[in-house]
C-alpha cells in the first residue's frame, strides 16, 4: 500500500528561523514521484516540487530546498530564513509511475511563522 | 482555459438533496481527478478518468457518490441524498498526462455544507 505521513502536525516557528517539516512515505513501487504542495490561508493547493525516484539529488530553490533519501524512505522539506507569507499547510505527496495515476497526500503539517 | 475551473465555489445544501459538482480542466488536458479535503486533513482521492473514460473510482466513499466525464473535458460529480458526512472541500486537478510526469492542477475547489 502507499502512505505519506507527515508527523508534524503543526509548527511554529519565529521569523527568520530556519525550519524542516518532514515527510516519510511508504509504497511497494520501484518507480514513483513525490511531490510537496502548499496550501495558504486562501486555500488553494500551489505546487512546490516533483522529483522521480531514480534522482536522489537535493534540490535548492530560493529560500527552499528538499533532501530526498530512499534508504530512510524521507523526503523532508526546509525553509531557510522563514518569513511570514511562508504561514500555510504544506502537503506532501506520492504517486506511482507506472500503475495507477492517483497522488496520495499526508495529512499535512501547518506551519506557523511568527513575526 | 487557463486553469482549472470548479463551480459553484460554494454549495449549501440540505440533508438529502442530491448535488452536482462541476470541473473544467486545462484545455487539452486528458486526465482529471477528483479529491475531497475535510477540514484540517490532506486531499484524499475519489476517482479519476483518461479522456472519458474512469479509471478508477477506488476512493469513492459509497453508492451515492458518482462521476462521469462523459466528452472526455468537463467532469461532473454528483452526490445523491446528501448527509452531514459529505461537507468538505471538494477539489478537481488536471493533468497533460500521467499525472506524476506532467504535473497535476488543481482547480480552486468546492466548498460543500450539509444542513
Known amino acids: 500500500a502507499q502512505k505519506v505521513t507527515q508527523a508534524q502536525t503543526e509548527i511554529s516557528v519565529v521569523e527568520k528561523e530556519d525550519v524542516t517539516l518532514d515527510c516519510v512515505y511508504e509504497t511497494r513501487d520501484t518507480t514513483y514521484y513525490l511531490f510537496w504542495y502548499k496550501q495558504p490561508p486562501s486555500g488553494e493547493l500551489v505546487f512546490l516540487i516533483r522529483r522521480n525516484s531514480f534522482d536522489e539529488q537535493n534540490e535548492i530553490s530560493g529560500r527552499y530546498s528538499w533532501n530526498f533519501q530512499k534508504s530512510t524512505s524521507s523526503f523532508n522539506f526546509t525553509i531557510t530564513a522563514s518569513q511570514v507569507v511562508d504561514s500555510a499547510v504544506y502537503f506532501c505527496a506520492l504517486s506511482n509511475m507506472n500503475r495507477d495515476d492517483k497522488i496520495i497526500f499526508g495529512k499535512g503539517t501547518r506551519l506557523h511563522i511568527l513575526p | 482555459g487557463a486553469g482549472v475551473s470548479q463551480s459553484p465555489r460554494y454549495k449549501v445544501t440540505k440533508r438529502g438533496q442530491d448535488v452536482a459538482l462541476r470541473c473544467d480542466p486545462i484545455s487539452g488536458h486528458v486526465s482529471l481527478y477528483w479529491y475531497r479535503q475535510a477540514l484540517g486533513q490532506g486531499p484524499e482521492f475519489l476517482t479519476y478518468?483518461?479522456?472519458?473514460?474512469?479509471?478508477?473510482k477506488s476512493g469513492l466513499p459509497n453508492d451515492r457518490f458518482s462521476a462521469e466525464r462523459p466528452e472526455g473535458s468537463i467532469s461532473t460529480l454528483t452526490i445523491q441524498r446528501t448527509e452531514q458526512r459529505d461537507s468538505a472541500m471538494y477539489r478537481c486537478a488536471s493533468s497533460g498526462g500521467t499525472g506524476g510526469v506532467y504535473g497535476y492542477t488543481f482547480g480552486s475547489g468546492t466548498r460543500l455544507t450539509v444542513v
Open positions: 478518468f483518461n479522456y472519458e473514460a474512469q479509471q478508477d
